[in-house]
């Protein structure tokens, strides 16, 4: 069965240090979703990219960070100077093509990337 | 912002026995999604419902898509061991970005 997948699973930085962290969606999709978890609270999206643009993103999403789809397979979350309070799990998530006016869009997600920073 | 109030928060249950949690919303959704997420690993679609109303099983889960589309429930039956986890309810507005909004949780612990 396809899915998505994140490298690497754990990854530990040194505050104010750049961090890439990177998907590989499902080959057949098109919309690509990053999402976080800090450890013990719930999923919150950060940002959503179909196109080679950014189609939302979240109040958390500022300007630390981007998304760039760098070639037809990978999909990066970076973050440029990192804080303490960047250490979560980063989901990247993959849905589908809509057709028509009605539309599944099931998004699977990665096992995820623990991301440290110390 | 989009809240989604998820109960219980945490249920202990002896195996064998049935399970019921809800998820209710002060906005409207058009798609209701129930996840499971074990330890180290991603969320994974449970079951999604897309019509108020709707009915949905997957195996000895049951969820259903209330008539105000503002709340959900999910029953598991006759619970075993691997049900242990955190199962988050999520909704969906269904407009073009589709961000998921996720519930905080219900963790559930089997008693053998």
């Known amino acids: 069965e396809p899915e998505v997948t994140q490298t690497p699973s754990h990854q530990v930085t040194q505050m104010g240090q750049e961090v890439i962290l990177r998907c590989v969606p499902i080959s057949n999709h098109l919309y690509f979703y990053w999402y976080r978890q800090i450890l013990g609270q719930k999923v919150e999206f950060l940002v959503s990219f179909y196109n080679n643009e950014i189609s939302e993103k979240s109040e958390i999403f500022d300007d630390q960070f981007s998304v760039e789809r760098p070639d037809g397979s990978n999909f990066t979350l970076k973050i440029r100077s990192t804080k303490l309070e960047d250490s979560a799990m980063y989901f990247c998530?993959?849905?589908?093509?809509?057709?028509?006016?009605?539309?599944?869009?099931?998004?699977?997600f990665g096992a995820g990337t623990r991301l440290s920073v110390l | 912002g989009q809240q989604l109030n998820q109960s219980p928060q945490s249920m202990f249950i002896q195996e064998g026995e049935d399970v019921s949690m809800n998820c209710t919303s002060s906005?409207?959704?058009?798609?209701w999604l129930w996840y499971k997420q074990d330890p180290g690993e991603g969320p994974v679609l449970l079951i999604a419902?897309?019509?108020?109303?709707e009915l949905t099983s997957n195996g000895r889960l049951t969820a259903q898509f209330g008539i105000t589309r503002k709340d959900s429930f999910l029953n598991i039956s006759a619970s075993i061991p691997s049900d242990v986890g955190i199962y988050f309810c999520?909704?969906?507005?269904?407009?073009?970005?589709?961000?998921?909004?996720f519930g905080k949780g219900t963790r559930l612990h089997i008693l053998p």
């Open positions: 419902l897309y019509k108020a109303g």
């Open positions: 906005s409207i959704f058009n798609t």
């Open positions: 999520a909704g969906q507005k269904m407009n073009r970005d589709d961000k998921i909004i």
């Open positions: 998530a993959s849905s589908e093509v809509r057709e028509g006016s009605f539309s599944k869009n099931i998004q699977y």
